[in-house]
């Protein structure tokens, strides 16, 4: 019962926004299986695909930069509404030349639109949120975006194949749905004259930093707060390693089961992902409550060694799968957190804004993640890409912890 209690009790709102994010979740399809169109639909090579998955991530960071800094200033709803229209247009349209690369402007227009989108939802969980239940809060976010997960990936990659056209507009029709959920069913806190009737309106200064205005730039709070910098910067190469599983498993999984076989074997990988996580983030959770997000994250790279590491040594697809279940151990851990050690550092003005910066880190290493591995299949095998993949993870690591143990000795001295 306690797996189920402890997200009892939390603000409706929290369960509209969350119930929203999983209905999007749901239209996320076709981006588990980018590299397949790239390569095996489009005729571009692994190289290639890498560089269009930077150009993607790029766009994908200003997308939430812009949608951090707008939802800040005008509302969250209003930017959010406004952005699920132009994103689900755009998915419907894309229908239309679905399968020619004539798809490509398309495909990178709605991602820097829907990547503004992102994180106007964890600045409403943190606008709604109480400081004791937070954890919580975002917790359950995170459960209903892998709930959505789930089921996105394994229909995707059903259709992938033979219906990549009926793909595109149900994704459309998915993601304005959750749209329209979310508009009909949440209050924006955030806005001044909504917020005195809640008594939370927002302040007129940064409170975690005494005497500093709103108006500072974000980046240069970002740098004064060294351990969210730490682990804002780290999630960049973190990102890079994960995305190998977005973008060169589908590769090998395809090459050693063929193509048909192979993106629905690489839409289940997901699908098994999302279950691990709906299973695991309640029991991990009273961890990363009780720890320094650092430390938990350093952890989180040491699953991520062992789970991508494997993945240099199996050819049989029970074995794929196990090594699922071990690297989202260290997804639940960092993303379970981050969102609250984010909250925590930011000042209320700022909200959107510094939960953009947790898209934008993830955005750039979904970027330059892609093309560096691309580059390096060139010359290594998967297994050798895998290996390195895995080192760096632990690098990471004990970089974290080196920097967390750093914080706590600064704060006891």
């Known amino acids: 019962m306690n797996y189920i209690n402890q997200f009892r009790g939390l603000p409706r709102q929290v369960y509209c926004i969350c119930l929203a994010r999983m209905i999007i979740g749901i239209g996320s399809m076709i981006f588990m299986f980018f590299s397949l169109l790239m390569t095996r639909i489009l005729g571009f090579t692994e190289f290639q695909a890498g560089l269009a998955f930077l150009l993607m991530a790029l766009s994908s960071v200003a997308g939430a930069i812009v949608g ?19 994103t689900s247009t755009l998915y419907a349209l894309t229908s239309t030349v679905a399968g020619t690369r004539e798809m ?6 709605s991602s820097i639109i829907g990547s503004a989108s992102y994180p106007i939802l964890s600045a409403m969980v943190a606008d709604s949120a109480p400081e004791s239940q937070r954890t919580e809060c975002f917790s359950l976010l995170y459960l209903a975006q892998n709930l959505g997960f789930a089921f996105g990936p394994s229909i995707g990659g059903l259709l992938f194949y033979d219906h990549l056209s009926l793909l595109f507009l149900i ?12 508009q ?21 200064a940064d409170v975690t930093r005494p005497g ?5 730039n974000t980046f240069r709070m970002l740098f004064d707060r060294k351990p969210l910098f730490a682990f804002i910067f780290s999630l960049i190469f973190l990102t890079m390693c994960y995305q190998m599983i977005g973008f060169m498993l589908p590769l090998q999984m395809s090459d050693t089961f063929g193509m048909e076989a192979g993106s629905r074997y690489s839409g289940f990988i997901w699908t098994t992902n999302a279950l691990c996580v709906v299973v695991g983030t309640p029991l991990i959770i009273g961890y990363t409550k009780k ?4 430390r938990t994250t350093a952890l989180a790279t040491v699953l991520y060694c062992v789970g991508f590491g494997l993945y240099a040594f199996i050819d049989t697809l029970p074995l ?6 071990i690297w989202t151990a260290g997804e639940i851990m960092i993303s379970t957190g981050a969102g609250v050690f984010i909250a925590a550092h930011s000042p209320s003005t700022h909200r959107a804004r510094f939960q953009s910066l947790y898209d934008m880190a993830r955005s750039l290493g979904r970027g330059f993640g892609p ?34 143990r750093w914080d706590i000795a600064g704060r006891r001295g």
């Open 371 to 404: 093309p560096l591995f691309g580059l390096m299949l060139y010359s290594l095998s998967y297994q050798q890409a895998w290996l390195v993949d895995s080192l760096v993870c632990l690098i990471i690591g004990v970089c974290l912890y080196g920097v967390y």
């Open 104 to 109: 490509l402007p398309f495909i990178f227009l």
């Open 212 to 216: 500093r205005t709103p108006r500072e």
């Open 171 to 182: 994704q459309a029709s998915i993601f304005m749905a959750g749209g329209l959920f979310l």
């Open 68 to 86: 951090g800094k707008l939802a800040d200033h005008y509302g969250r709803k209003r930017v959010y509404m406004i952005c699920t229209i132009l």
């Open 184 to 204: 009909f069913t949440t209050t924006d806190i955030y806005s001044l004259g909504v917020a005195k009737e809640f008594g939370i309106a927002p302040q007129i």
């Open 291 to 294: 720890h320094h997000q650092l």
């Open 320 to 325: 794929f799968y196990m090594a699922v279940v």
